[in-house]
């Protein structure tokens, strides 16, 4: 059947509802109602072919509970006068609520308002923008009012979140809600409380002024003579940020890698130190003053995101060059090229001529679909005489 069924009329609140049209209202006192509802009515042809469908239709429609139904009166050669359902109404919020099954939610959520209202009513934006994710945080949301009250009130703490002592708040419920806790604390904060360049859930803690988990780089100094610790070996050493930030231990070159094994397994060599790599997190090494005045070499996998890296950490540190990224290396181990799940497809400013026409054909699959070569699959000898031509510059 063609014609609007009851039920095509409930989806259509029903889209309303899951829009967040309906709730909104009680925030905004804008009601989307009273509303039309589109209406698919039989033609004359169609009555006069399934005339006994139709009127079925009509009581169908006719007979629905919390619309205002409008009749109208339709001429017909040769049926003659017939009344069919011209418009369907929803007036109220009230009748759109039952005719969706929605009232319990509705009065939860005007519960939400009314506390909010009393306790934050700079939530209530909020409120207007997200009420089914509000929904969602029900039983939780006067606990979340207590910690949004709290930083409110102590804006940037220097503490950490462990350190937070409210009455039925843990850790680990603030952990776990970092992601509405930041949109409901930006919406209440002070912009000069908020560090707007910690952007990520991860950096929450730093965005509103809490004490994080110190930073901490690992590396190996791989010239004995510039070791830290007695004893002269080559020492697999972590520091925080700030330590490392203040160490100068004489290398005039560095060498990040992003895999474990190649940190570990890179031989004696003069004035170098090797960096194990974090991925994407180069803001540390960043902020590095001396890395500044070294030579920087970056190894990772010969891939869209080994690039992407790349050309992040040059962000950082401009005077980085690649190394084993190169497509000889490529070419050279083709028996162990893999494949690369979730290939990045933005331009990269900061590669070189080279860099970017290799780039260029593994994001263009010119070579092999999302082909990828990881660092580890790269034959030992074949890094060693890299790592010789590189004490030869």
């Known amino acids: 059947m063609s014609w609007t069924r009851p039920e095509d009329l409930r989806a259509q609140v029903q889209r309303l509802w899951d829009r967040g049209e309906i709730l909104a ?27 006994d469908e139709a009127r079925a239709w009509i009581a169908q429609v006719r007979g629905q509970r919390h619309c205002r139904v ?27 609520l039952a005719f969706v099954g929605r009232q319990r939610e509705a009065a ?20 207007a923008q997200r009420p089914l994710r509000a929904l969602q945080l029900a039983d939780d949301w006067p606990r979340l009012l207590d910690i949004i009250d709290w930083v409110a009130a102590t804006p940037r703490p220097g503490i950490y979140l462990r350190q937070v002592d409210l009455p039925g708040i843990h850790t680990k419920f603030i952990e776990a809600h970092r992601g509405v806790l930041t949109e409901l604390l930006d919406g209440v904060l002070p912009p000069e409380a908020i560090d707007q360049g910690a952007s990520s859930v991860g950096q929450f803690a730093r965005r509103y002024g809490f004490l994080d988990k110190p930073e901490r780089i690992r590396f190996r100094i791989l010239d004995p003579r510039h070791a830290l610790l007695p004893g002269g070996k080559i020492q697999d050493i972590t520091l925080d940020a700030p330590s490392f930030a203040g160490l100068d231990c004489g290398c005039s070159r560095v060498l990040i890698t992003e895999n474990e094994i190649n940190f570990l397994a ?6 170098t130190l090797v960096i194990f790599g974090a991925g994407y997190g180069f803001d540390t090494l960043g902020r590095t003053p001396w890395l500044a005045g070294r030579r920087i070499h970056y190894w990772g996998d010969i891939d869209t995101h080994g690039f992407a890296i790349l050309d992040q950490l040059r962000s950082r540190l401009g005077q980085v060059e690649s190394f084993l990224m190169d497509r000889a290396t490529l ?59 590189l004490e030869e510059c």
């Open 70 to 96: 409008e009749m109208r009166e339709v001429g017909h050669r040769v049926l003659g006068a017939n009344v069919l359902p011209h418009e369907v109404w929803i007036d109220t919020c009230e009748d759109a």
């Open 25 to 51: 209202s009680v925030v905004t006192g804008e009601s989307p109602f009273p509303r039309r509802l589109v209406l698919k009515r039989p033609t004359a042809a169609e009555l006069l072919d399934r005339f």
């Open 266 to 271: 890179l031989p004696p060599m003069r004035d």
């Open 331 to 389: 070419m050279a181990f083709e028996p162990h090229w893999g494949l690369e799940q979730k290939p990045t497809p933005r331009d990269l400013p900061r590669l070189t001529e080279e860099e970017r026409a290799l780039y260029d054909d593994l994001r263009d699959n010119r070579i092999r679909s999302n082909l990828r070569l990881e660092q580890e699959r790269i034959g030992f000898r074949w890094v060693e005489a890299a790592l010789a031509r």
């Open 108 to 127: 939860r959520f005007d519960r939400l308002v009314t506390l909010t209202r009393d306790r934050e009513p700079r939530l209530l934006g909020w409120l």
